[in-house]
């Protein structure tokens, strides 16, 4: 059995997967009167002919260590994901090898930050930590075959 480190998460680290959804160190701009910042257009909704869609997730918990045996894929949009809860939760993805996932990573999201993974970036299932969480989920609608799931050889994730 593979097993792998979480990583902590890094806009950097993660961008070969996509894009980190956190407040940016300073808005783009003010609005409501100066009560509100905006951290503007954090990421973009990749959908292929499809319409955009937000939806809940709710996703039951694991613990570490967790044997991660399933990817997927979503060739036709991006997926965003941003926890609505207080806790860190784990994102799992894997490159692409000639059309099958490689050795996965797990990246560990901190509380209060989301993902944006890109359109046909392998990753695992929503994964939060010890305890059930909700989640928005920005993702495609439409026509077309947009799910590609894989069972693979158990993956050790561990802290």
Sequence with gaps: MTTIRITPLTAAAFAPYGDVLAPKPAPDRLINAGRCERHHALA????AGGEAI???????????PYDCTL???????SQAFMPLGPDPWLSVVAPDL?????????????????????????HGVLTPLDRAADFLVVDRDGD???LEEVAIPPVRITA
């Design 71 to 77: 990817l997927e894929r979503h060739p036709l949009g």
């Design 54 to 64: 937000v939806s809940i997730f709710r996703s039951e918990p694991v613990s570490l």
């Design 98 to 122: 000639d059309g099958r996932p490689g050795t996965p990573l797990a990246f560990l999201v901190p509380a209060g930050t989301g993902v944006n993974l890109r359109a046909g970036v392998w």
């Design 144 to 146: 077309g075959l947009n």
């Design 44 to 47: 973009t909704v990749q959908r």
